[in-house]
């Protein structure tokens, strides 16, 4: 047996400290499983490490990510290829370059976008309202451009997903009674100014969480079980009153400056 996979990004509010804790709050046992905000998707490589993914539906609103995780699953060898010509340099000259091309073939963009990935500041992914990629270079020592070993074991969990760049909401057309919905999405800021919600060019709004809420209510009633991690805050705790919360605390490193990169509290939202 290969390696195990892990996340092919660095994303923001991912899932990887977490994983003790969300494992831990597992059902017993699930049919097919659903993540339609899949970011850098660490739950899923986890389940699938544990042998619990049969079938998988995965969805995200960024179409580059989800570009890059097909390409994986199909064209991984090509992708690797494409990562090892000596363009692909931690370099801000070469960065900017990249960072302006506009490409249609998708194992060039997915190359491109995990390049930005490992060079860009913090590893944030953010667009402008035109859906450019506007993050500065990040002056990183030695990033890891290409990680060829783990790419060919995403590329082998990725296998029995179906892979979607559709709204959250669509979730209700694949998921059946007793299978298993994990929603991570973008959190609901803990201040009026620590809004970071754009993945896409698209904002992640109080009205999306409401709606978010519903489809939950709808999973709920057809016997899906359902899982969702969101800040710990009044609005979170009461939209999801009536399911069971525990909180939990993970390091957050989204502001620029180190000391106020404390732990945050968050909440993990339960139907069973």
């Known amino acids: 047996m290969g390696i195990e996979p892990k996340p092919f990004v660095k994303w923001a509010g991912g899932k990887r400290q977490l994983l003790d804790k969300l494992v831990s709050n597992l059902p017993e046992n699930f049919n097919n499983y659903h993540e339609f905000f899949l970011g850098g998707g660490a739950l899923y490589f986890k389940l699938y490490s544990l042998g619990l993914i ?22 991984v060898y090509e992708l690797i290829e494409e990562l090892k010509k000596p363009h692909y340099i931690n370099d801000a000259i070469a960065y900017y370059k990249i960072r302006g091309l506009i490409i249609e073939d998708k194992v060039l963009r997915a190359a491109r976008f995990i390049y930005l990935n490992k060079t860009a500041y913090n590893g944030l992914y953010r667009v402008n309202k035109q859906g450019k990629f506007n993050v500065p270079f990040g002056k990183y020592k030695n990033p890891k451009i290409l990680d060829e070993d783990n790419l060919i074991a995403v590329s082998e969990a990725l296998k029995p997903a179906v ?4 709204d959250f909401s669509e979730v209700l057309k694949y998921a059946k009674k007793d299978d298993f919905a ?11 100014t620590a ?12 009205k999306d969480q409401e709606r978010l809420k519903e489809t939950v209510d709808l999973l709920t009633v057809i016997g899906v079980k359902v899982m969702v991690s969101n800040s710990y805050t009044d609005f979170i705790t009461q939209l999801y009153k009536n399911y069971k919360q525990v909180e939990v605390f993970a390091k957050r490193a989204i502001s620029c400056k180190a000391e106020s990169r ?9 139907n069973w």
Do not use: H, W
Request: no cysteine; charged share 20%.
């Open 54 to 75: 049969k079938k998988a539906y995965l969805n995200d609103a960024n179409e580059e990510l989800i570009n890059s995780y097909r390409v994986i699953q199909k064209n």
């Open 195 to 206: 809004n970071f919600t754009s993945y896409t060019s698209n904002d992640f709004s109080p």
């Open 262 to 270: 404390g732990k945050v509290a968050e909440v993990v939202l339960m």
């Open 182 to 192: 994990y929603f991570d999405p973008p959190y609901y800021p803990l201040t009026a």
């Open 163 to 166: 892979l979607m760049a559709v």
